[in-house]
């Protein structure tokens, strides 16, 4: 464009104002360009916002503006009075180029306007001015289409930046489905990974187990027949806990889980629950003691599904504590709502890995050597049951020291109490949100 108009200028204006106004825009525009190169390569290192980059492009982008500006009144002051078509056409593409490629700036596609603009206007103006035409003249006419081409580029720039922007939400919304694309293949590997693994080894050992039942000449006897049994029956229990995990975890999801709400006493369920669990820790010689208050504390819950939550956080409390401990469980009532604190004194949960422990199918150590086992179902299970019981669960932990579970559930006043014991079992099913994938 500006070897072109130079050309024509050069030829039917005048050679001086062309050369010179040329180097100016070619000395203008070389320095925009490497400001923009050097944009291209900055980096916070504070994480402040690039203010001193946008300001070197402010000033390069009105330096390239100015010199075009100056060129063009430069020219249509040597051509006098008349019809600038030249002149006003070179601004009009310059002030059109803008639009369509400063629009994701729009400080500086405002400076870039502004300057074009006001050497639109002056150049019809500075002939009036100069002249004094009639109103019929074709300097009259001349304004009024620079208006009308002000007009123009202002709804141009309007629109490009409006269609910028939509394809900017655009691409954020698609950023956004990629990363929730990538965190459920993320969370599938890791499904397939647990899962497999947690399947191959029961099954692995009830497989060895039948296999030596079958073989009388390693089980002899009904004594020896009876060890390998046992070693086949907990891994069956283990097997079995770990489908109903998984269906439990889809039932969820898919809102099809039915609570049974009735009026239970918060303190005998604990105790019924730590009497039910307590030969978890048997095996590593680890008590669980229970303290609850004098009266009761009632609430509304479906017991089973109460059992599974201190299922699951006993039998946590019970795998991370160190062999010869002790598990408390406290049950108290503070302002209308019943407390449950479960603490063990084991290895503890290291800090910022809530996200991870409430998660399904992450553990806080999810290394391949890590100590213990499991699908990582279990808590983000027991968390959803307790949400589906308009309660919250939660813990504090200390790495070394232990880790505290507490489990809030709102109390039953008096006279719904008295209601509760007159109505029905009722069944609902909940539609729980479903969990989302967390970034590792």
């Not at 390569?41 to 916002?49: A, K």
């Not at 975890?249 to 039910?276: H, T």
């Amino acid at each position: 464009m500006y070897a072109g108009g130079t050309v024509l200028v050069a030829y039917f204006t005048s050679p001086v104002i062309a050369f010179a106004c040329y180097s100016l825009c070619q000395l203008t525009e070389w320095y925009d360009l490497r400001v923009c190169r050097d944009v291209l390569h900055w980096r916070s290192t504070d994480g402040r916002h690039p203010v001193q980059p946008l300001r070197r492009m402010m000033v390069s982008s009105a330096a390239t503006s100015a010199s075009i500006v100056i060129y063009v009144i430069a020219v249509a002051i040597a051509e006098g009075p008349g019809v600038h078509l030249g002149p006003l056409f070179f601004l009009f593409a310059a002030a059109l180029y803008a639009t369509m490629n400063t629009c994701q700036i729009p400080q500086i596609l405002r400076a870039r306007l502004m300057i074009y603009s006001a050497a639109l206007l002056f150049i019809p103006i500075y002939d009036l001015v100069k002249v004094r035409p009639p109103l019929h003249s074709d300097l009259w006419m001349q304004l009024g289409t620079v208006l009308f081409v002000l007009f123009l580029l202002r709804e141009c720039a309007r629109k490009f930046m409006s269609n910028y922007r939509n394809v900017q939400h655009r691409l954020d919304d698609l950023r956004v489905e990629r990363d929730r694309v990538a965190e459920a293949y993320e969370m599938q590997s890791q499904f397939v990974s647990i899962v497999s693994h947690e399947l191959r080894t029961p099954l692995t050992s009830i497989k060895a187990s039948l296999d030596l039942i079958t073989n009388e000449t390693v089980c002899a006897s009904i004594e020896e027949i009876r060890q390998v049994a046992r070693i086949g029956q907990s891994n069956s229990n283990r097997l079995a806990t770990l489908i109903n995990d998984l269906l439990d975890f889809q039932k969820l999801n898919a809102g099809k889980m039915m609570f049974q709400f009735q009026l239970l006493d918060l303190g005998s369920l604990v105790r019924d629950a730590a009497e039910a669990n307590r030969a978890i820790g048997a095996g590593r010689e680890i008590g669980i003691e229970v303290t609850g208050p004098a009266r009761p504390v009632q609430v509304k819950a479906d017991p089973d599904r109460l059992m599974q939550v201190m299922a699951n956080v006993l039998s946590n409390a019970v795998k991370f504590s160190h062999r010869g401990g002790v598990v408390e469980v406290t049950v108290s009532e503070t302002d209308g709502q019943g407390h449950i604190a479960i603490r063990d004194h084991g290895v503890g949960i290291p800090e910022n890995s809530k996200d991870l422990v409430f998660s399904p199918f992450t553990q806080v150590d999810a290394s391949d050597k890590r100590a213990f086992g499991g699908t990582g179902l279990g808590m983000s299970i027991t968390k959803r049951i307790v949400e589906a019981h308009g309660g919250v669960i939660d813990y504090t932990s200390r790495v070394g020291e232990g880790t505290t579970f507490s489990v809030v559930l709102d109390l039953c006043e008096p006279d719904a109490a008295a209601e509760a014991d007159q109505a029905p079992i009722r069944d609902e099913a909940f539609a729980l949100p479903r969990a989302e994938p967390v970034a590792s």
